[in-house]
């Protein structure tokens, strides 16, 4: 910016938040084919931060494909455009755990792995996991953030 010159800024999107809830807003955006088509560039997804504690794993899936996940033992299916969150067995052991996340496209259709990895688990971190269409590579993705939160007395 130049000298005097103010930031302009762009409202992307707004939400109300209700009296004494802590929210996490994560904004997603548009595919191209619907900003082309006049969609706003982004929509946000709202996750409720007082119902995601320390150790939690929120799966966000973005797209219209159907994702499984096994982890800690369990098998999870995520819906498309759904959001679902785990909370693993034994969350006061800090300890590792083998993941493997695959998706198909119709209910009928055989199931692909997108990745395989081991995930730490630990109660004084709660990981958000999106699962989203790389318009680049053409094919579905994932991307983890972890959200570091002071341990829960007694852990």
């Known amino acids: 910016l130049g000298e005097g010159e103010k930031p302009v800024f762009s409202t992307l999107v707004r939400t ?3 009296e004494g809830r802590r929210l996490l807003g994560v904004l997603v955006p548009a595919a191209t084919a619907q900003r082309k088509a006049g969609a706003p560039p982004f929509t946000l997804k709202v996750i409720n931060e007082d119902r995601f504690a320390g150790g939690d794993f929120q799966f966000l899936n973005l ?36 993941v493997m996340i695959s998706f ?4 009928d259709s055989e ?5 395989r990895s081991t995930w730490r688990i630990r109660p004084t971190r709660k990981e958000l996991c999106l699962l989203y269409w790389d318009e680049r590579n ?17 852990s």
Not at 69 to 86: C, H, N
């Open 16 to 18: 109300a938040r209700p």
């Open 111 to 115: 199931w692909s792995i997108l990745t």
């Open 104 to 107: 198909r496209g119709a209910p």
């Open 63 to 98: 797209t219209p494909l159907e994702f499984g996940v096994m982890f800690d033992g369990q098998k999870l299916k995520i819906e498309k455009f759904a959001s679902l969150r785990f909370r693993p067995q034994r969350i006061n052991e800090a300890r590792n755990s083998p």
């Open 138 to 154: 053409r094919r579905p993705a994932f991307r983890g953030l972890t959200l570091f939160v002071e341990p829960e007395s007694g």
